[in-house]
């Protein structure tokens, strides 16, 4: 079985994390290969048992230029894989003139029409899967394990998002709810983006330059999360985000927007719109220990639930089930 990736996003967000680490542990049993844009900025965090293609063509959805260059790649294929609406797009149309199996994913909630006509889909969560016209397979990605992971919390009430800085994410919104706190705290939000400037004006305006810190780009999530007290997700649209699941194996308490697939996870005392956030985290931040204690026992179990192994497992099983289908 031979399996190449296609992604059309040169830059390294929750999405990019699912196809590096799913090619990583697939390439131990698999030839694989990955294709990215030229100048991807993440291709150093994929195993060497990948080959990767860098495209060079303007990206364009209809470049007959990039066309030429995917598809003398994905030829040589049993299987090509997309994530994101725009190598789904270019991947269904060339699958027209070459009998590879087309799997994609998609990864959120948003319209996305592309996914209506490929057969094999899978859905980052149910959520995901009702946003397309066909049956398609719900498969939660999985969160390698951090042993032992242990840290003290900060000395202050320490806030924590993670994302990349979009408008999506909301963090607009949360630093101005942030900003009606009554309380001693500090906000850390982790990621990159072109809303920077705008949330840093909005930090300045807020005259909240000494309790909310935009931090970029950081490798050592798991530590950020288990060393917050609360990590938030103000998202207005997701599937199912990465930091969630990761926060499901670190983080004390999380606290999120009813959004996507997040609706699956976390308990409904636990799911806030975002105009509330202020009032539901005074509401934690006055009674802690025992929040604590009762986010963990309503969450605990999804530990397991969302465990790589099982996942890559069940990606390879259902890579076997595509082939298996085609041969009858």
């Given at each position: 079985?031979?399996?190449?990736?296609?992604?059309?996003?040169?830059?390294?967000?929750?999405?990019?994390k699912i196809v590096v680490d799913s090619l990583n542990e697939i390439?131990?049993?698999?030839?694989?290969?990955?294709?990215?844009?030229?100048?991807?900025?993440?291709?150093?965090?994929?195993?060497?048992?990948?080959?990767?293609?860098?495209?060079?063509?303007?990206?364009?959805?209809?470049?007959?230029?990039?066309?030429?260059?995917?598809?003398?790649?994905?030829?040589?294929?049993?299987?090509?894989?997309?994530?994101?609406?725009?190598?789904?797009?270019?991947?269904?149309?060339?699958?027209?003139?070459?009998?590879?199996?087309?799997?994609?994913?998609?990864?959120?909630?948003?319209?996305?029409?592309?996914?209506?006509?490929?057969?094999?889909?899978?859905?980052?969560?149910?959520?995901?899967?009702?946003?397309?016209?066909?049956?398609?397979?719900?498969?939660?990605?999985?969160?390698?394990?951090?042993?032992?992971?242990?840290f003290e919390k900060n000395k202050i009430f320490t806030i924590l998002?993670?994302?990349?800085?979009?408008?999506?994410?909301?963090?607009?919104?949360?630093?101005?709810?942030?900003?009606?706190?009554?309380?001693?705290?500090?906000?850390?939000?982790?990621?990159?983006?072109?809303?920077?400037?705008?949330?840093?004006?909005?930090?300045?305006?807020?005259?909240?330059?000494?309790?909310?810190?935009?931090?970029?780009?950081?490798?050592?999530?798991?530590?950020?999360?288990?060393?917050?007290?609360?990590?938030?997700?103000?998202?207005?649209?997701?599937?199912?985000?990465?930091?969630?699941?990761?926060?499901?194996?670190?983080?004390?308490?999380?606290?999120?927007?009813?959004?996507?697939?997040?609706?699956?996870?976390?308990?409904?005392?636990?799911?806030?719109?975002?105009?509330?956030?202020?009032?539901?985290?005074?509401?934690?931040?006055?009674?802690?220990?025992?929040?604590?204690?009762?986010?963990?026992?309503?969450?605990?179990?999804?530990?397991?639930?969302?465990?790589?192994?099982?996942?890559?497992?069940?990606?390879?099983?259902?890579?076997?089930?595509?082939?298996?289908?085609?041969?009858?």
């Open positions: 079985m031979k399996i190449c990736y296609f992604s059309c996003s040169s830059i390294y967000g929750g999405v990019e390439s131990k049993y698999y030839e694989c290969a990955l294709i990215v844009p030229n100048g991807c900025r993440y291709k150093d965090k994929v195993s060497s048992n990948v080959k990767i293609v860098e495209y060079k063509s303007y990206d364009k959805r209809y470049n007959p230029f990039l066309y030429l260059e995917v598809f003398n790649v994905i030829k040589n294929y049993d299987i090509v894989h997309t994530h994101g609406a725009k190598a789904t797009q270019i991947t269904y149309l060339l699958n027209k003139i070459s009998s590879f199996i087309h799997v994609a994913t998609k990864h959120n909630t948003r319209k996305g029409k592309i996914f209506n006509k490929i057969k094999n889909v899978i859905s980052v969560s149910s959520e995901v899967a009702k946003t397309i016209t066909q049956p398609s397979k719900v498969l939660y990605f999985g969160i390698q394990k951090s042993e032992n992971l242990v998002a993670v994302g990349r800085l979009d408008p999506i994410k909301g963090f607009d919104k949360l630093i101005e709810q942030v900003s009606k706190l009554e309380f001693d705290f500090r906000l850390n939000i982790i990621g990159e983006g072109s809303q920077k400037l705008k949330l840093e004006k909005l930090i300045i305006d807020n005259k909240l330059e000494k309790k909310v810190s935009l931090l970029g780009f950081k490798k050592n999530i798991p530590e950020y999360l288990a060393s917050s007290h609360l990590q938030v997700i103000s998202s207005l649209t997701e599937g199912l985000p990465l930091t969630l699941l990761e926060g499901i194996m670190n983080s004390s308490v999380i606290i999120s927007t009813p959004v996507g697939g997040i609706v699956e996870v976390l308990d409904k005392d636990y799911l806030v719109k975002i105009e509330d956030f202020s009032t539901k985290i005074s509401e934690i931040y006055n009674n802690y220990e025992n929040i604590c204690q009762d986010f963990k026992s309503k969450h605990e179990h999804f530990k397991e639930k969302f465990d790589f192994n099982d996942y890559s497992k069940n990606l390879i099983e259902y890579y076997k089930g595509c082939i298996n289908a085609k041969t009858l």
